[in-house]
């Protein structure tokens, strides 16, 4: 069973299209991030939501936005794609417990976007 | 603000060869420390983690030890193998029930046969 699972593995589209991306957790996280990753592999922080509650979102157009149906679901839309949105986008989740300490994160295997 | 920095790479050893990947942190409260390992074409895993001074993390030959004295967190590997050749990440999360990791750029290692 796959931990944390996003689709699709490879996306390529045009500039000016708008696209999804899907995630899903079978962890029982209470807390999932979208993050992305460059060509460099240095990896950005984009959104985190905890128990479906916004709770992180850093500088990022607001051409992306994330959506959290429920807790074990994190989605990422982005609006009017540009070339520089061209990235690996990994999804991960974990337990947190508010006050004390958050664990470890688990990572999706990536999302590989191509933006023509 | 909290940061983590570690070595530049590319890091390339030969089968059996020692490895040590430094990184350092900068944090206002205290934090838990992490090693990811990210192999070709996968996503990031958890390698080993220390949540406290003088604290050890292991796994799988690798080991790292928590410097609160030195704000340090290097892993090392006594004999690495082609297998190990990967992207390795260090990372922090403040214990303040803070949602936010940040890692370090990424250390890739190569290994050869």
């Known amino acids: 069973d796959t931990a944390v699972s996003q689709t699709p593995k490879y996306l390529v589209t045009q500039m000016g299209n708008d696209k999804s991306i899907k995630c899903e957790q079978n962890l029982g996280h209470d807390t999932m991030y979208w993050y992305k990753q460059d060509s460099k592999k240095f990896l950005k922080i984009m959104f985190s939501?905890?128990?479906?509650?916004?709770?992180i979102n850093e500088t990022v157009p607001n051409r992306f936005s994330p959506k959290s149906p429920d807790k074990a679901h994190l989605n990422l839309h982005i609006n009017s794609l540009e070339l520089g949105d061209s990235a690996v986008y990994f999804c991960?989740?974990?337990?947190?417990?508010?006050?004390?300490?958050?664990?470890?994160?688990?990572f999706g295997p990536g999302t590989r976007l191509t933006v023509t | 603000g909290d940061s983590v920095t570690q070595m530049e790479g590319p890091v390339t050893l030969s089968e059996e060869a020692f490895l040590t990947i430094n990184c350092t942190y900068t944090a206002t409260g205290y934090p838990s420390l992490f090693w990811y390992v990210q192999y070709p074409g996968e996503g990031l895993q958890l390698l080993l983690k220390?949540?406290?001074?003088?604290d050890k993390g292991s796994n799988k030959g690798f080991e790292a030890t928590y410097r609160k004295e030195t704000t340090s967190f290097h892993l090392e590997k006594g004999s690495v193998q082609v297998s190990d050749s990967a992207v390795y990440f260090c990372?922090?999360?403040?214990?303040?029930?803070?949602?936010?990791?940040?890692f370090g750029a990424g250390t890739r290692l190569f290994v050869k046969a």
């Open positions: 991960a989740s974990s337990r947190s417990r508010p006050g004390t300490q958050t664990y470890e994160q688990y």
């Open positions: 220390a949540t406290k001074a003088d």
């Open positions: 990372a922090l999360t403040e214990n303040t029930g803070g949602f936010k990791t940040i």
């Open positions: 939501y905890n128990n479906k509650e916004l709770i």
